[in-house]
């Protein structure tokens, strides 16, 4: 397994950005396939995006396309979420997630996750 740090988070306006990072440590995630979920209150967890370890077709949650943007850095083995245009439903504690197999990452059902962020938005 890899140990996942997320950071990044915290309080911002409807409509401004944050960028999430996650860390990882223990493996190098060149052949690993990230991803973001997250969890509001009262809700289940659910899927934002992902990235293949060879970077091509990430894939997004059909609520943040066009606002979030994934990225890796495999020689600082970290991933990143780009948040732009945040609402305020955007609010909950973000994670991150790593597996050898896209699907078990875009399914939730990595091997691997962070602590969590959190991240708020105000309207």
């Known amino acids: 397994q890899v140990q996942l740090v997320e950071s990044g988070g915290g309080l911002v306006q409807a409509g401004g950005s944050l960028r999430l990072s996650c860390a990882a440590s223990?493996?190098?995630?060149?052949?690993?396939?990230m991803g973001w979920f997250r969890q509001a209150p009262g809700k289940e967890r659910e899927f934002v995006a992902a990235?293949?370890?060879?970077?091509?077709?990430?894939d997004y949650a059909d609520s943040v396309k066009g606002r979030f943007t994934i990225s890796r850095d495999n020689a600082k083995n970290t991933v990143y979420l780009q948040m732009n245009s945040l609402k305020p439903d955007d609010t909950a504690v973000y994670y991150c997630?790593?597996?050898?197999?896209?699907?078990?990452?875009?399914?939730?059902?990595?091997?691997?996750w962070g602590q969590g962020t959190q991240v708020t938005v105000s309207s």
């Open positions: 990235i293949t370890w060879s970077f091509n077709s990430p």
């Open positions: 997630a790593a597996d050898t197999q896209f699907r078990k990452v875009v399914g939730g059902l990595s091997d691997s």
């Open positions: 223990g493996r190098t995630i060149r052949s690993y396939a």
